[in-house]
């Protein structure tokens, strides 16, 4: 069964730091990946995903990640955060074809003004 | 805002006791899956209905169960309610393309447990 670790589980920065939150998964085949966001009080939401081609994906709000299948992993960055970006961060995968979102256990960020 | 609405948003209830929760798809989704999310955890999958049918399950005991309607609705069903099934209950829509599918969440229930 696949696994999503995240090993990050609470990070502090100032604003105008810049941010790399680490994903790493355990699964063998093909992947799509995702990273989802979750502000306070508000639903989870897409952030960006990798289904094949470029393994730089660009996302909403200035983020980004980077596939490297050689190192199962799926990071996730931001040049420059703003305090706007506090929130919680999922990294999540799912085999080529397979239903099954499987999730790590989010890292908390948190963004000092 | 992603067009996926649950309801309720909040509910108590005791154990041993059944609960429905409901879920509406947003428009041109064909699939639905619930999670389970406990607090400080990620989602656990839960199942995911396709064309009315289960289309896979998770790690989770028959007691969950549910029903996905001709509109692509959906609601998941707990009999004999447990106190660790307190958690944040989440529906996500989404659309099968080839393989590729990109789940689309509601802003969830909250069910406690007492």
């Known amino acids: 069964a696949q696994s999503v670790s995240q090993h990050n589980h609470h990070v502090i920065l100032s604003e105008a730091a810049s941010l790399e939150l680490g994903c790493n998964y355990s699964?063998?085949?093909?992947?799509?990946l995702f990273w989802y966001v979750q502000y306070p009080g508000q639903h989870l939401q897409l952030l960006l995903k990798y289904f094949s081609g470029d393994p730089l994906v660009k996302g909403i709000k200035g983020f980004e990640a980077e596939f490297i299948k050689s190192k199962f992993s799926f990071n996730l960055r931001k040049p420059s955060v703003q305090w706007s970006d506090t929130a919680e961060y999922f990294c999540?995968?799912?085999?080529?074809?397979?239903?099954?979102?499987?999730f790590g256990t989010g890292t908390r960020l948190t963004i000092i003004p | 805002e992603t067009g996926v609405t649950q309801s309720p948003t909040h509910l108590i209830k005791t154990r041993g006791q059944q609960v429905t929760l409901r879920c509406s798809s947003q428009?041109?989704?064909?699939?639905v899956s619930w999670y389970q999310q406990a607090l400080g955890q990620g989602p656990q999958f839960i199942f995911q209905y396709y064309r009315e049918e289960e289309n896979g399950r998770g790690n989770f005991p028959p007691r969950f169960s549910g029903l996905q309607f001709p509109n692509y609705s959906s609601e998941l069903n707990v009999n004999a309610l447990e106190l660790d099934d307190s958690a944040l209950y989440l529906c996500?829509?989404?659309?099968?393309?080839?393989?590729?599918?990109?789940?689309?969440f509601g802003p969830g229930t909250r069910l406690l447990v007492l």
């Open positions: 996500a829509s989404s659309s099968k393309e080839r393989g590729q599918e990109t789940q689309y």
């Open positions: 699964y063998g085949g093909t992947v799509n």
């Open positions: 999540a995968v799912n085999p080529f074809g397979n239903e099954k979102l499987t």
């Open positions: 428009s041109g989704h064909n699939t």
